[in-house]
Protein backbone atom coordinates (compact mmCIF):
# COMPACT_ATOMS: atom_id res chain seq x y z
CA UNK A 1 0.00 0.00 0.00
CA UNK A 2 1.30 3.61 -0.17
CA UNK A 3 2.23 5.27 2.58
CA UNK A 4 3.77 8.56 4.58
CA UNK A 5 6.88 7.21 6.21
CA UNK A 6 9.54 8.99 8.26
CA UNK A 7 12.20 7.02 9.41
CA UNK A 8 13.79 9.43 11.80
CA UNK A 9 12.68 12.25 13.67
CA UNK A 10 13.00 15.64 11.97
CA UNK A 11 13.83 14.42 8.53
CA UNK A 12 11.11 14.58 6.02
CA UNK A 13 8.39 11.71 5.29
CA UNK A 14 8.24 10.10 2.02
CA UNK A 15 5.51 8.04 0.06
CA UNK A 16 6.78 4.44 0.29
CA UNK A 17 5.37 1.08 -0.45
CA UNK A 18 4.69 -0.29 2.57
CA UNK A 19 2.63 -3.58 3.23
CA UNK A 20 -0.70 -4.03 4.17
CA UNK A 21 -1.65 -4.16 8.04
CA UNK A 22 -2.23 -7.80 9.40
CA UNK A 23 -5.70 -8.16 11.08
CA UNK A 24 -5.32 -8.91 14.55
CA UNK A 25 -8.07 -10.70 16.66
CA UNK A 26 -9.50 -7.91 18.69
CA UNK A 27 -9.49 -4.80 15.75
CA UNK A 28 -10.11 -4.52 12.29
CA UNK A 29 -8.83 -3.32 8.89
CA UNK A 30 -9.77 0.01 7.64
CA UNK A 31 -9.68 1.42 3.93
CA UNK A 32 -9.20 5.00 4.64
CA UNK A 33 -11.32 7.73 3.48
CA UNK A 34 -10.09 10.37 4.64
CA UNK A 35 -7.47 11.86 7.58
CA UNK A 36 -6.61 14.63 8.90
CA UNK A 37 -3.50 16.38 8.98
CA UNK A 38 -2.71 17.45 12.90
CA UNK A 39 -0.50 19.45 14.88
CA UNK A 40 -0.07 15.91 17.07
CA UNK A 41 1.32 14.56 13.95
CA UNK A 42 3.94 16.95 13.77
CA UNK A 43 4.88 16.89 17.75
CA UNK A 44 5.59 13.03 16.93
CA UNK A 45 7.38 13.69 13.72
CA UNK A 46 9.72 16.01 15.78
CA UNK A 47 9.84 13.12 18.69
CA UNK A 48 7.86 14.47 20.90
CA UNK A 49 6.52 11.37 21.63
CA UNK A 50 8.03 8.42 23.22
CA UNK A 51 5.35 6.25 21.86
CA UNK A 52 6.38 6.21 18.57
CA UNK A 53 8.54 3.44 17.29
CA UNK A 54 10.53 4.26 13.91
CA UNK A 55 10.08 3.88 11.10
CA UNK A 56 6.66 5.29 11.41
CA UNK A 57 3.52 5.92 9.69
CA UNK A 58 1.43 8.88 10.96
CA UNK A 59 -1.85 10.43 11.49
CA UNK A 60 -4.88 9.58 13.92
CA UNK A 61 -7.96 11.64 12.53
CA UNK A 62 -9.23 8.95 10.57
CA UNK A 63 -12.68 7.88 8.73
CA UNK A 64 -12.94 5.00 6.08
CA UNK A 65 -14.73 1.72 5.59
CA UNK A 66 -13.84 -1.71 7.68
CA UNK A 67 -12.53 -4.48 4.87
CA UNK A 68 -11.54 -7.24 7.27
CA UNK A 69 -12.56 -8.17 11.13
CA UNK A 70 -10.78 -9.86 13.96
CA UNK A 71 -12.28 -13.31 14.91
CA UNK A 72 -13.40 -11.44 18.32
CA UNK A 73 -14.92 -8.95 17.24
CA UNK A 74 -18.95 -8.44 17.41
CA UNK A 75 -20.12 -9.79 13.70
CA UNK A 76 -23.50 -7.88 14.82
CA UNK A 77 -22.41 -4.90 15.56
CA UNK A 78 -19.44 -4.63 12.86
CA UNK A 79 -19.57 -5.82 9.40
CA UNK A 80 -17.20 -5.22 6.26
CA UNK A 81 -18.42 -1.84 4.06
CA UNK A 82 -19.32 -0.24 7.60
CA UNK A 83 -18.65 3.66 7.35
CA UNK A 84 -16.56 3.81 11.12
CA UNK A 85 -14.18 6.52 12.49
CA UNK A 86 -12.60 6.25 16.01
CA UNK A 87 -11.55 8.21 18.74
CA UNK A 88 -7.92 8.68 18.52
CA UNK A 89 -7.54 7.75 22.23
CA UNK A 90 -8.66 4.16 22.21
CA UNK A 91 -9.18 2.19 25.41
CA UNK A 92 -8.70 -1.47 26.38
CA UNK A 93 -11.91 -2.04 27.67
CA UNK A 94 -10.68 -4.14 30.71
CA UNK A 95 -8.51 -1.33 32.85
CA UNK A 96 -10.34 0.58 35.88
CA UNK A 97 -10.66 3.75 33.67
CA UNK A 98 -12.19 2.28 31.11
CA UNK A 99 -14.78 0.80 33.44
CA UNK A 100 -15.79 3.92 34.71
CA UNK A 101 -16.16 5.16 30.96
CA UNK A 102 -13.37 7.30 30.76
CA UNK A 103 -11.40 5.49 27.93
CA UNK A 104 -9.75 8.87 26.74
CA UNK A 105 -7.43 8.03 30.02
CA UNK A 106 -7.24 4.68 29.66
CA UNK A 107 -4.14 2.96 31.27
CA UNK A 108 -3.69 0.78 27.62
CA UNK A 109 -4.21 3.05 25.13
CA UNK A 110 -4.47 2.42 21.53
CA UNK A 111 -3.26 5.53 19.20
CA UNK A 112 -3.52 5.02 15.86
CA UNK A 113 -0.40 7.48 14.46
CA UNK A 114 1.61 7.00 17.62
CA UNK A 115 1.56 3.70 19.59
CA UNK A 116 0.89 1.93 16.36
CA UNK A 117 1.09 2.76 12.44
CA UNK A 118 -1.54 5.50 11.57
CA UNK A 119 -3.84 6.73 8.80
CA UNK A 120 -1.25 8.26 6.42
CA UNK A 121 -1.80 5.58 4.24
CA UNK A 122 -4.32 3.64 2.00
CA UNK A 123 -5.65 1.18 5.47
CA UNK A 124 -4.82 1.11 8.89
CA UNK A 125 -5.33 -1.56 11.64
CA UNK A 126 -7.35 -0.58 14.37
CA UNK A 127 -7.09 -2.03 17.63
CA UNK A 128 -9.97 -2.48 20.26
CA UNK A 129 -12.61 -2.50 17.86
CA UNK A 130 -15.62 -3.25 20.16
CA UNK A 131 -15.15 -0.57 22.14
CA UNK A 132 -13.77 1.71 20.02
CA UNK A 133 -15.45 2.26 16.52
CA UNK A 134 -17.94 4.98 15.59
CA UNK A 135 -20.32 4.22 13.39
CA UNK A 136 -20.48 6.79 11.06
CA UNK A 137 -24.42 8.63 10.14
CA UNK A 138 -25.09 8.59 6.22
CA UNK A 139 -25.20 12.12 6.49
CA UNK A 140 -21.50 12.62 7.74
CA UNK A 141 -18.91 12.36 4.65
CA UNK A 142 -15.34 10.67 5.08
CA UNK A 143 -13.52 14.19 4.67
CA UNK A 144 -16.33 15.89 7.68
CA UNK A 145 -15.64 12.67 9.78
CA UNK A 146 -11.93 13.07 9.68
CA UNK A 147 -12.10 16.36 10.49
CA UNK A 148 -13.59 15.57 13.99
CA UNK A 149 -11.12 12.85 14.67
CA UNK A 150 -8.57 15.07 17.21
CA UNK A 151 -9.55 18.33 17.45
CA UNK A 152 -13.19 18.69 17.13
CA UNK A 153 -14.13 15.95 19.66
CA UNK A 154 -11.40 16.81 21.73
CA UNK A 155 -13.17 20.41 21.89
CA UNK A 156 -16.08 19.33 22.14
CA UNK A 157 -15.26 16.95 25.33
CA UNK A 158 -13.30 20.20 26.75
CA UNK A 159 -16.03 22.56 26.48
CA UNK A 160 -19.45 20.48 27.11
CA UNK A 161 -18.12 17.65 29.43
CA UNK A 162 -15.23 19.25 30.68
CA UNK A 163 -15.91 23.04 31.35
CA UNK A 164 -19.70 22.28 31.38
CA UNK A 165 -19.88 26.00 29.48
CA UNK A 166 -23.31 27.62 30.36
CA UNK A 167 -25.52 30.04 28.31
CA UNK A 168 -24.05 33.68 28.70
CA UNK A 169 -20.66 32.43 30.16
CA UNK A 170 -17.65 34.37 28.30
CA UNK A 171 -15.32 31.89 27.05
CA UNK A 172 -11.97 32.79 26.44
CA UNK A 173 -10.06 30.48 23.37
CA UNK A 174 -5.99 30.93 23.34
CA UNK A 175 -4.86 29.58 19.78
CA UNK A 176 -6.77 29.19 16.72
CA UNK A 177 -6.41 26.41 15.56
CA UNK A 178 -8.48 23.48 14.64
CA UNK A 179 -8.84 22.70 18.66
CA UNK A 180 -9.87 26.66 18.50
CA UNK A 181 -12.26 26.89 15.65
CA UNK A 182 -13.90 24.39 17.35
CA UNK A 183 -14.16 25.38 20.66
CA UNK A 184 -15.41 28.22 19.17
CA UNK A 185 -18.27 27.09 17.24
CA UNK A 186 -19.31 24.50 19.60
CA UNK A 187 -19.23 27.21 22.48
CA UNK A 188 -21.65 29.68 20.49
CA UNK A 189 -23.90 26.48 19.60
CA UNK A 190 -24.18 26.31 23.84
CA UNK A 191 -25.13 29.67 24.16
CA UNK A 192 -21.68 31.18 25.01
CA UNK A 193 -20.26 34.41 24.31
CA UNK A 194 -16.44 34.00 22.84
CA UNK A 195 -13.27 35.84 23.01
CA UNK A 196 -11.06 34.41 20.25
CA UNK A 197 -7.10 35.35 20.61
CA UNK A 198 -4.52 34.76 17.90
CA UNK A 199 -1.61 35.64 16.06
CA UNK A 200 -3.02 35.90 12.54
CA UNK A 201 -5.48 38.33 11.35
CA UNK A 202 -6.86 36.19 8.50
CA UNK A 203 -7.11 33.17 11.20
CA UNK A 204 -9.35 36.02 14.04
CA UNK A 205 -11.23 36.91 10.29
CA UNK A 206 -12.22 33.29 10.29
CA UNK A 207 -13.11 32.99 14.36
CA UNK A 208 -15.25 35.59 13.55
CA UNK A 209 -17.34 34.25 10.71
CA UNK A 210 -17.63 31.06 12.93
CA UNK A 211 -19.32 33.71 15.90
CA UNK A 212 -16.09 35.05 17.80
CA UNK A 213 -17.85 37.89 19.44
CA UNK A 214 -14.33 39.70 20.09
CA UNK A 215 -11.06 38.80 18.13
CA UNK A 216 -7.78 39.93 19.62
CA UNK A 217 -4.72 40.05 17.79
CA UNK A 218 -1.66 38.97 20.44
CA UNK A 219 0.92 40.72 18.17
CA UNK A 220 -0.41 43.63 18.25
CA UNK A 221 -2.01 43.69 22.11
CA UNK A 222 0.79 44.03 24.70
CA UNK A 223 -1.26 42.71 27.57
CA UNK A 224 -3.88 40.32 26.24
CA UNK A 225 -5.15 39.42 29.75
CA UNK A 226 -5.89 42.90 30.67
CA UNK A 227 -7.56 43.04 26.68
CA UNK A 228 -9.41 39.57 27.79
CA UNK A 229 -10.68 41.09 31.31
CA UNK A 230 -11.70 44.49 29.45
CA UNK A 231 -13.84 42.70 27.05
CA UNK A 232 -15.60 40.40 29.77
CA UNK A 233 -16.37 42.36 32.48
CA UNK A 234 -13.76 41.14 34.79
CA UNK A 235 -12.65 38.06 33.41
CA UNK A 236 -14.23 34.78 31.34
CA UNK A 237 -15.73 32.48 33.05
CA UNK A 238 -13.97 29.64 31.03
CA UNK A 239 -10.63 29.54 29.20
CA UNK A 240 -8.65 27.22 26.98
CA UNK A 241 -5.55 27.03 25.90
CA UNK A 242 -5.68 25.67 22.17
CA UNK A 243 -2.17 25.91 21.37
CA UNK A 244 -0.02 24.03 24.15
CA UNK A 245 3.04 27.42 24.56
CA UNK A 246 3.87 28.66 27.94
CA UNK A 247 2.48 31.99 27.32
CA UNK A 248 -0.51 30.95 26.15
CA UNK A 249 -1.46 28.52 29.24
CA UNK A 250 -0.51 31.26 31.58
CA UNK A 251 -2.42 34.04 29.48
CA UNK A 252 -5.22 31.56 29.92
CA UNK A 253 -5.23 31.34 33.54
CA UNK A 254 -4.69 34.81 34.42
CA UNK A 255 -7.35 36.37 32.25
CA UNK A 256 -10.05 34.10 34.46
CA UNK A 257 -13.09 35.84 36.02
CA UNK A 258 -12.88 34.52 40.21
CA UNK A 259 -14.05 30.78 40.43
CA UNK A 260 -13.34 30.27 36.65
CA UNK A 261 -12.40 27.42 34.85
CA UNK A 262 -8.73 26.70 32.84
CA UNK A 263 -9.02 23.81 30.59
CA UNK A 264 -5.32 22.77 29.07
CA UNK A 265 -5.81 21.28 25.63
CA UNK A 266 -3.12 22.09 23.72
CA UNK A 267 -0.38 19.84 24.13
CA UNK A 268 2.70 20.75 26.75
CA UNK A 269 5.64 18.97 25.38
CA UNK A 270 9.79 20.14 24.71
CA UNK A 271 10.21 23.85 26.18
CA UNK A 272 6.43 24.08 27.25
CA UNK A 273 6.11 21.35 29.50
CA UNK A 274 6.76 22.97 32.30
CA UNK A 275 4.79 26.29 32.20
CA UNK A 276 4.64 28.91 34.66
CA UNK A 277 1.42 28.88 36.67
CA UNK A 278 -0.12 32.13 38.57
CA UNK A 279 -0.73 29.93 41.75
CA UNK A 280 -1.70 32.87 43.86
CA UNK A 281 -4.41 33.84 41.49
CA UNK A 282 -5.71 30.74 41.50
CA UNK A 283 -6.14 30.09 45.49
CA UNK A 284 -7.24 33.54 46.03
CA UNK A 285 -9.82 33.62 43.05
CA UNK A 286 -10.85 29.61 43.45
CA UNK A 287 -10.00 28.87 39.88
CA UNK A 288 -10.48 25.34 38.68
CA UNK A 289 -7.58 23.52 36.37
CA UNK A 290 -9.16 20.98 33.74
CA UNK A 291 -6.83 18.43 31.26
CA UNK A 292 -8.94 17.68 28.22
CA UNK A 293 -7.18 14.76 26.74
CA UNK A 294 -9.94 13.14 23.56
CA UNK A 295 -13.30 11.73 23.94
CA UNK A 296 -14.82 8.70 24.19
CA UNK A 297 -16.74 6.74 21.65
CA UNK A 298 -19.91 6.64 23.65
CA UNK A 299 -20.05 10.22 23.31
CA UNK A 300 -20.13 10.61 19.84
CA UNK A 301 -23.63 10.52 19.95
CA UNK A 302 -24.02 13.55 21.65
CA UNK A 303 -21.69 15.34 19.43
CA UNK A 304 -23.60 13.98 16.18
CA UNK A 305 -27.08 14.57 17.14
CA UNK A 306 -26.34 18.33 17.70
CA UNK A 307 -24.00 18.13 13.67
CA UNK A 308 -27.65 16.75 12.75
CA UNK A 309 -29.55 19.71 14.15
CA UNK A 310 -27.13 21.80 12.17
CA UNK A 311 -26.19 23.51 15.69
CA UNK A 312 -22.64 22.57 14.61
CA UNK A 313 -21.54 21.97 11.12
CA UNK A 314 -17.68 21.07 11.42
CA UNK A 315 -17.24 20.72 7.54
CA UNK A 316 -17.27 24.66 7.70
CA UNK A 317 -13.38 24.02 9.67
CA UNK A 318 -12.18 22.45 6.22
CA UNK A 319 -9.30 24.84 5.19
CA UNK A 320 -8.17 22.38 2.38
CA UNK A 321 -8.31 19.24 0.62
CA UNK A 322 -5.44 17.40 -0.44
CA UNK A 323 -3.48 14.05 -1.30
CA UNK A 324 -0.99 11.70 0.26
CA UNK A 325 2.08 13.29 -0.75
CA UNK A 326 0.82 16.62 -0.07
CA UNK A 327 0.43 16.07 3.28
CA UNK A 328 4.56 15.70 3.92
CA UNK A 329 4.76 19.68 3.20
CA UNK A 330 1.39 20.26 5.37
CA UNK A 331 3.07 18.09 8.30
CA UNK A 332 6.78 19.25 8.16
CA UNK A 333 5.23 23.19 8.50
CA UNK A 334 2.80 22.78 10.72
CA UNK A 335 4.80 24.85 13.34
CA UNK A 336 4.85 27.64 10.69
CA UNK A 337 0.81 27.81 11.37
CA UNK A 338 0.66 29.24 7.57
CA UNK A 339 -2.71 27.34 6.94
CA UNK A 340 -6.48 28.02 8.29
CA UNK A 341 -8.67 25.37 9.48
CA UNK A 342 -8.02 22.02 8.96
CA UNK A 343 -6.20 20.11 6.30
CA UNK A 344 -8.12 16.75 5.16
CA UNK A 345 -6.26 14.21 2.85
CA UNK A 346 -8.83 12.64 0.79
CA UNK A 347 -6.69 11.21 -2.45
CA UNK A 348 -4.62 8.20 -1.64
Not at 259 to 279: D, E, F, K
Request: with cysteine; charged share 15%; proline share 5%.
Amino acid sequence: MRAIVYRQFKQKPKLEHMPEPICQPNGVVVKLGATGVCRSDWHGWMGHDADIVLPHIPGHELAGTIVELGKNVDGHKWRKDMRVTIPFVGGCGHCPQCNSGNQQVCDAQFQPGFTHFGSFAEYVFLDYANENLVALPDEIDFATAASLGCRFVTAFRAVVDQAKIRPGEWLAVHGCGGVGLSAIMIAKAMGAQVVAVDIDSETLKFAQALGADIVLNSNHIPDIVAAVKSHTNGGANVSIDALGHQQTCFNSIANLAKRGRHIQVGLMLAQHALPPIPMGQVIANELEIYGSHGMQAHRYGAMFDMINDCLLQPQKLIGQKINLEQSIDVLVNMDKFNTHGVSVITKF
